[in-house]
């Protein structure tokens, strides 16, 4: 299943050329079909991560261990750039969820 089709791109590319009100409001059942609904729908997959650390090392590490503050952090950012034929594809939000759930060592 996939949650995006071309017409995201078509419709963010047009908008990006008409930024104006009325535009919006001509193309709003565009942006809820293609936009809107697909990108909630993929968020709802989606787990949240929040930022923060901890005032201490976890237990078993020195205090002057050379990543002493990466280890206190409780989550990190990553970002990777796809194209829009990936993002598209049908199976692009399960691969995906399927490797962060492997990264984090949860079940998928």
Not at 6 to 29: Q, V
Request: contains cysteine; aromatic residues 14%; neutral net charge.
């Amino acid at each position: 299943m996939s949650y995006f089709s071309t017409e995201i791109f078509a419709f963010l590319s047009e908008l990006s050329a008409h930024n104006e009100r009325e535009w919006f409001l001509a193309n709003k059942e565009r942006y809820e079909k293609h936009v809107r609904t697909p990108t909630n729908a993929s968020a709802r997959h989606q787990h949240e991560l929040r930022p923060g650390s901890l005032k201490r090392l976890p237990r078993g590490y020195a205090g002057d261990h050379p990543c002493a503050e990466d280890l206190k952090r409780t989550s990190f950012f990553a970002k990777a750039s796809y194209t829009d034929d990936e993002v598209i594809a049908a199976e692009f939000i399960e691969r995906f969820m399927a490797f962060l759930a492997r990264a984090l060592g949860m079940p998928w």
